[in-house]
């Protein structure tokens, strides 16, 4: 008996020693996936183009209608291969879902998610984010002298109001890893 608590042990002690993403499939693995299997349209590789980072996002069994967001690739080196980043769950519209996103890592876990609204556009090639904002607006020229309330200064940033989201790199429009925004070379 204490033989085979032995050998359970250590084999116990030698799969915490392996990584997580020893486990997780390689991203040609994930690319063969998507092409024989039937996907629902936010399932596939997706990428961040802010920072250039890419994810899985795969149905989550445990939780039918929902989606596990599975990293990639990424130059941020908190991250690892296979880390699970966050989940999309249904809502009535069948385009729009709440992604909770883990903002934070604290040494092997994650923490903080951060809960967004995430829209998929109309062709399937990309997932808007949209995260909440505090807005706080005092009005001083209500403490300036009547003269003062004629003159107004603002600034616009027009990249404020570009989209923030995901791009789909991988199954493409026509299943085969073309994309609609880039051009295809017979």
């Known amino acids: 008996m204490n ?11 030698s799969l915490t020693a392996v990584p997580i993403h ?3 499939p390689s991203e040609s693995a ?8 039937v996907l629902n ?6 990428e961040y183009p802010d920072d250039g980072a890419r994810v899985c996002i795969q149905a989550d069994p445990a939780s039918p209608g929902s989606f596990t967001i599975y990293m990639i690739s990424t130059p941020d080196c ?3 291969y296979g880390d699970v980043i966050g989940h999309l769950h249904p809502t009535v519209d069948s385009r729009q879902f709440r992604l909770e996103q883990f903002t934070h ?4 876990s994650f923490t903080k998610a951060e809960q967004c609204a995430a829209t998929l556009s109309a062709d399937g090639e990309s997932l808007r984010v949209k995260s909440p904002k505090l807005k706080l607006k005092i009005n001083v020229h209500t403490l300036l002298p009547r003269f003062w309330r004629v003159a107004r200064v603002s600034y616009d ?4 109001k570009l989209p923030a989201g995901l791009v789909k790199v991988y199954p493409g429009y026509d ?6 925004r880039k051009p295809r070379i017979l």
């Not at 033989?3 to 002690?13: D, E, N, P, Q, R």
């Open 3 to 13: 033989v085979l608590l032995k050998i359970m042990i250590s084999a116990l002690l």
């Open 22 to 24: 020893a486990f997780f």
């Open 30 to 37: 994930i690319r063969e996936w998507c092409d024989t299997g």
């Open 41 to 46: 349209p936010v399932e596939g590789i997706w």
């Open 78 to 80: 908190r991250l690892e």
């Open 105 to 108: 890592k604290d040494k092997l």
């Open 157 to 160: 940033d027009p990249t404020d």
């Open 175 to 180: 299943h085969n890893g073309s994309l609609r």
